[in-house]
C-alpha cells in the first residue's frame, strides 16, 4: 500500500461552471376560485420528495409577532378531525414527517415524505392547514415552552448582542427588530392564534414546493392538494413592501447581563443591498474579512492573538436593505482589543490587498458553499425559499458564480469605499 505522505497537500480540482436548476412554475385555480403557483424542482433519484407550503406573511406581518410565531408552531397540535397524537402516529406510520417555521416575511410548512404515500401524508397536511383545533392545553403548553426560551435566550450574550444591535442597523423602530419578550408570549391565547390564522388563510395565497424524486403521480397529487387549499379570489400572493432601512448614526452600546463568564460583541455597518452593482464583490471582500475559517479576522484575532474561539462575518440582506454583521465572544478584558483588532484588518484589505493564496482559498470555499446548494433536492429548495425570503432572483446563485472572478484590486476598491471601520457599530454583552 502508497504510504501518504500528509505533510504534502493533496491535489485539488477546481469545481466547473455550476448549473442552478430552475424550477417549473405551475399555476393551479383552486376550489374556492383562487391561484396558487407550484413550484417544482425535479431532481432526486430516490422515490422520497418534500412539500413546502409558503405563505408570504411572517413576523413583520403581524401586530403582535409571538403570535405569528406560535399560530404555525400550533397547527400539529390538532384539528378538528384528528388529535395531536393521531397527526403524529399517522405521520410516523407513512415515514413522514413535518415542521413548521416563521421568519420575519414568510410562514412555511415543511412535509417530508415517501413518493409512495404522498397521498395520505398530504391529506394530514390539508386538515393541519384547513381546520386546526388548537387545544386550550396544548397551546398553553406551547406558550410555556416559548416563554422559557425567550427567557433563556436573554442570558445568551451572543443573543442579547445581536438584538442591541439590529436597530442600530435597520432603523430603532423597523419591524425587523422587534423580539418578543417572555411577558409579550405569555400573553398570547388559544384565540389569538384562531384569529390570526383565519386571517391570513383569507387575505394570502401560497406557494406550493415540491422538491425530489418528481413522478407523474407526485405531482398529481400535489397539484390536486394545492387545488383544495382553502385560497379565495384575490388573496396576496406577494409580499407586502415593508419599509426599507433607516440605519442610526454609528455608535456604541453596552447590554448588562448578570453571571456571565464572558463577553459577546457584534459589531456592523449598512451596506448596499443586492440591487447594488458592488454588492457581489462586498460578499466577497466580506468573506476574506471574516467569512470562512482562514479569514483575515480568524487568522489574527483567533489563531494569532488567541483572543477568542472564533470571529465571524457575514452581509446580512433582507428585502429592506443590508447590513455587515460581525460577532465574536471573549474574555470581557479582551472586547476593546477585538474591536480594535477587527477595524485594523478591514483598512488592511485595502491598505494590505490579497494575496494570491488568499484568493484562491476564498473562490474555493465559496465554490463549495455553493455546490452545497446542489448537493440535494431539499438543499436546493432550502436556497431557493433564501432567496425569495431576501428579495433577490433566481439569477442570484449565477450572480455569485461570476463574482468568484474577482481580482485584489476588486477587493480594495469595494473595501476602500464601504467598509470604513469609522462607519462601525459595536454592541457588547457582558457582565460588569
Known amino acids: 500500500m502508497k504510504q501518504v505522505d500528509r505533510t504534502i497537500a493533496p491535489e485539488v480540482t477546481e469545481y466547473g461552471r455550476l448549473e442552478f436548476p430552475q424550477p417549473v412554475i405551475t399555476d393551479v385555480t383552486t376550489d374556492a376560485g383562487g391561484r396558487v403557483s407550484v413550484m417544482s424542482l425535479d431532481r432526486c433519484p430516490e422515490p422520497v420528495c418534500r412539500v413546502t407550503v409558503a405563505w408570504p406573511v411572517g413576523l413583520m406581518d403581524a401586530p ?17 378531525r384528528l388529535s395531536a397524537s393521531q397527526i403524529s402516529a399517522a405521520l410516523e406510520s407513512n415515514g413522514a414527517w413535518l415542521a413548521a417555521e416563521t421568519v420575519q416575511e414568510y410562514t412555511l410548512l415543511h412535509l417530508y415524505a415517501l413518493n ?34 425567550a427567557m433563556q435566550n436573554r442570558c445568551k450574550v451572543a443573543y442579547m448582542a445581536d438584538i442591541a444591535l439590529r436597530p442600530l442597523m435597520t432603523g430603532k423602530d423597523h419591524l425587523r427588530s ?20 383565519a386571517d391570513l388563510l383569507f387575505a394570502y395565497a401560497p406557494t406550493v414546493w415540491i422538491s425530489g424524486n418528481i413522478t407523474d403521480t407526485v405531482i398529481s397529487s400535489v397539484k390536486a392538494f394545492a387545488a383544495s387549499l382553502p385560497v379565495q379570489p384575490g388573496a396576496v400572493a406577494r409580499l407586502t413592501p415593508k419599509p426599507v432601512y433607516t440605519p442610526e448614526p454609528s455608535g456604541k452600546v453596552v447590554t448588562r447581563i448578570g453571571d456571565v463568564r464572558q463577553a459577546a460583541i457584534a459589531m456592523g455597518m449598512p451596506l448596499p443591498d443586492a440591487s447594488h452593482p458592488d454588492h457581489m464583490m462586498l460578499r466577497m471582500a466580506v468573506t476574506a474579512l471574516g467569512g470562512y475559517f482562514g479569514s483575515r479576522l480568524n487568522a489574527n484575532i483567533r489563531e494569532d492573538k488567541g483572543l477568542t474561539y472564533g470571529i465571524g462575518a457575514n452581509l446580512r440582506m433582507s428585502p429592506q436593505g443590508a447590513y455587515l454583521f460581525i460577532q465574536a ?6 472586547v476593546d482589543q477585538v474591536v480594535e483588532e477587527t477595524a485594523r484588518e478591514m483598512r488592511a484589505l485595502w491598505q494590505k490587498p490579497l494575496s ?67 462607519r462601525l457599530s459595536v454592541s457588547i454583552a457582558c457582565r460588569s
Open 64 to 80: 403582535r409577532t409571538p403570535v405569528a410565531s406560535m399560530a404555525a408552531a400550533a397547527l400539529r397540535e390538532g384539528t378538528d
Open 116 to 149: 409512495r404515500r404522498i397521498e395520505p401524508v398530504l391529506s394530514i397536511l390539508h386538515d393541519i392547514i384547513s381546520a386546526p383545533s388548537f387545544p386550550t392545553e396544548r397551546v398553553d403548553a406551547l406558550r410555556q415552552r416559548q416563554a422559557e426560551a
Open 178 to 197: 422587534r423580539v418578543a419578550l417572555p411577558g409579550d408570549i405569555l400573553s398570547v391565547d388559544r384565540d389569538d392564534l384562531q384569529r390570526y390564522w
Open 329 to 334: 465572544q471573549s474574555d470581557e478584558a479582551y
Open 356 to 422: 494570491a493564496d488568499e484568493r484562491v482559498a476564498i473562490r474555493r470555499n465559496q465554490q463549495s458553499r455553493l455546490a452545497g446548494m446542489l448537493d440535494s433536492p431539499f438543499a436546493t429548495l432550502d436556497y431557493c425559499l433564501a432567496m425569495q425570503q431576501i428579495g433577490v432572483g433566481m439569477d442570484f446563485f449565477d450572480r455569485s458564480q461570476a463574482a468568484l472572478d474577482f481580482t485584489g484590486d476588486d477587493i480594495a476598491r469595494v473595501a476602500r469605499q464601504y467598509l470604513d471601520p469609522d
